[in-house]
């Protein structure tokens, strides 16, 4: 999509400090972190949220956490937490799938 952000960042038409790429999906730190350790890994292909993953786009969110998970090992993340935020109420800002993984510091429960 040529008007979402995160498309762009896949592109390399906004600079993004990344982390991993594969064919599907696209890893890097999140420009405004919230814990010391903090980035996102979205599909390489436009999906707007969770509510918008169905039967036919469905793989690539195995993938990602996946990816993830050898992510996580790589940068040595013992404990971390997997968010993904669904609508404005929730405080998705991108309307572009992304699942945030922050690590590095406390977190309580349940999230504000
Ligand atoms: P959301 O609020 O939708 O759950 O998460 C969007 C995230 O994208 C936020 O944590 C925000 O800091 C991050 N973000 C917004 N614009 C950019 C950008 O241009 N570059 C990077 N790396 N992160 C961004
Ligand atoms: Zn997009």
């Known amino acids: 999509m040529s008007d979402c952000l995160f498309c ?3 592109a390399g038409q ?11 999906c ?3 730190y999140d420009i405004a ?8 890994v979205i599909p390489k292909a436009h999906i707007s949220s969770v509510s918008a993953v169905n039967s ?7 993938h ?17 937490r997997v968010v ?14 992304h699942f945030h993984v922050l690590s590095g510091r406390d977190m309580t429960w349940p999230p504000g």
């Open 33 to 40: 972190p919230q814990a010391p350790t903090h980035f996102l």
């Open 64 to 80: 990602i956490f996946s990816v993830i998970a050898q992510l996580a090992g790589q940068l040595g993340l013992e404990s971390y």
């Open 8 to 10: 762009s960042i896949v």
């Open 26 to 28: 696209y890893a890097f």
């Open 56 to 62: 036919e786009n469905e793989a690539v969110v195995g």
């Open 84 to 97: 993904s935020n669904i609508g404005e109420q929730a405080g998705q800002s991108v309307l572009h799938l």
């Open 14 to 24: 906004v600079p993004s400090n990344k982390l991993y790429e594969d064919a599907l």
